[in-house]
């Protein structure tokens, strides 16, 4: 199975490995600009009337699959992923777009400004020598990871 064909499969059957509620729910992949303007796929599975959802790169899995690992493994790995950052259908967006809900949970993060020019173009950013500054809110700190929301042009909008 090629990269194309794996996209596919994901598609056609993760949400055979999600429970009911998620039966109505949208699924697409989209390109999504990381760190030096490296370019991912990222399976996103909306609830229908949701306002948010979490991004599940799909890059990795594929090299997963290529040194042997299951589809079935890659599906249920996705599907637990998509579970554990739940975002409910009334989440509030104020979290992100209101000043005093966001200042206490903004962080500053260190990239390349030349190698992230992409990256960059939609963010706001401060440049310090070769370096450029942006700005995260984090929404959620776990053990192991956390659930953060990248500060783009339009959220200064709001």
Known sequence: MDYTEFKD?????????LPEKYADSTIQIDQ??????????????????SNMTPVI??????????????????????AEIRMDYHIPKDFD???VTDWE???????CKLVNAEKNKNFLRNKPFTQIEDLA???????????ASSF????????LAE
Do not use: A, P, W
């Open 133 to 143: 500054v942006i700005y995260l809110i984090i929404l959620e700190e776990r053990e």
């Open 32 to 49: 999504v600009v990381k760190n030096n303007d490296y370019l991912l796929d990222g399976l996103q599975i909306s609830e229908n009337g």
């Open 9 to 17: 499969y994901i598609m056609k059957h993760i949400l055979e490995n």
């Open 93 to 95: 967006v104020s979290i």
């Open 57 to 78: 790169c799909l890059d990795d899995y594929f090299r997963d699959y290529e040194n042997g690992r299951s589809m079935k493994s890659i599906l249920q790995s996705i």
């Open 101 to 107: 809900k966001v200042k206490d949970k903004l962080v």
């Open 148 to 155: 953060t929301v990248t500060i783009h042009n339009n959220l």
